[in-house]
């Protein structure tokens, strides 16, 4: 069973740029993995961000983008806003679909 | 309007039973694969089970895997989740979305297990 790992948590100030990874125990992330990216803030549902790899949804903020960095996968915030606040999830395709344990964001 | 509006959860025995189910509107179900994602009290998301636009093909997480059954009516554009066999750590908010690709969501349905 692939074990798909984020970093717990991480902390930005208002305006800066922040980078969320997601790696795969089976090796490098790559494109053929579909990465997606979701945004869940408390008591709501998970929101789609960003499909396979780079992405964006109709409703997907221009600050964020996804991309592959050093064999991972990974979500880039630019310009951050308080109201990024919120657990953000990837998700990988390895026969099944797995994903990340979360990282909570901070905007401090 | 795209929309998914899960029903059917409840409080459920060990062992017990509950048919979960995703009511689609807004677009046209047979053109989408779909899922079923959970996410326990304070955890994380964990996914469930998938199936193809005309209901051929499903993909299980092993954790579930002869226990649930994912299923749809596509006549009546909706989306289920038959549950078998519920244990204490079934508890969880289930979810439905749609899947190629991943975008809407529904606000999830909880499910709780115990005595």
């Known amino acids: 069973q692939t074990v798909v790992t984020q970093e717990p948590s991480l902390t930005v100030s208002p305006g800066g740029t922040v980078t969320l990874t997601c790696a795969s125990s089976?090796?490098?992330?790559?494109?053929?993995?579909?990465p997606n990216w979701f945004q869940q803030k408390p008591g709501q549902a998970p929101r789609a961000l960003i499909y396979?790899?780079?992405s964006k949804h109709s409703w997907t903020p221009a600050r964020f983008s996804g991309s592959l960095l050093g064999g991972k996968a990974a979500l880039t915030l630019s310009d951050v806003q308080p109201e990024d606040e919120a657990e953000y999830y990837c998700?990988?395709?390895?026969?099944?679909?797995?994903f990340g344990g979360g990282t909570k964001l901070t905007v401090l | 309007e795209v929309q998914l509006v899960e029903s059917g959860g409840g409080l459920v025995q060990p062992g017990g039973s509950l048919r979960l189910s995703c009511a689609a509107s807004?677009?046209?179900?047979?053109?989408?694969?779909m899922s079923w994602v959970r996410q326990a009290p304070g955890k994380g998301l964990e996914w469930l089970a998938d199936?193809?636009?005309?209901?051929?093909?499903?993909h299980y997480v092993d954790s579930v895997r002869g226990r649930f059954t994912i299923s749809r009516d596509n006549a009546k554009n909706l989306l289920y989740l038959q549950m078998n066999s519920l244990r204490a750590e079934d508890t969880a908010v289930y979810y439905c979305?749609?899947?190629?690709?991943?975008?809407?969501w529904g606000q999830g349905t909880l499910v709780t297990v115990s005595s």
């Open positions: 979305a749609r899947w190629s690709p991943i975008d809407y």
């Open positions: 807004g677009f046209t179900l047979s053109h989408y694969w």
């Open positions: 199936i193809k636009q005309d209901g051929t093909k499903e």
């Open positions: 089976t090796g490098a992330v790559t494109s053929d993995s579909y």
């Open positions: 396979s790899t780079t």
């Open positions: 998700l990988l395709y390895y026969d099944n679909w797995v």
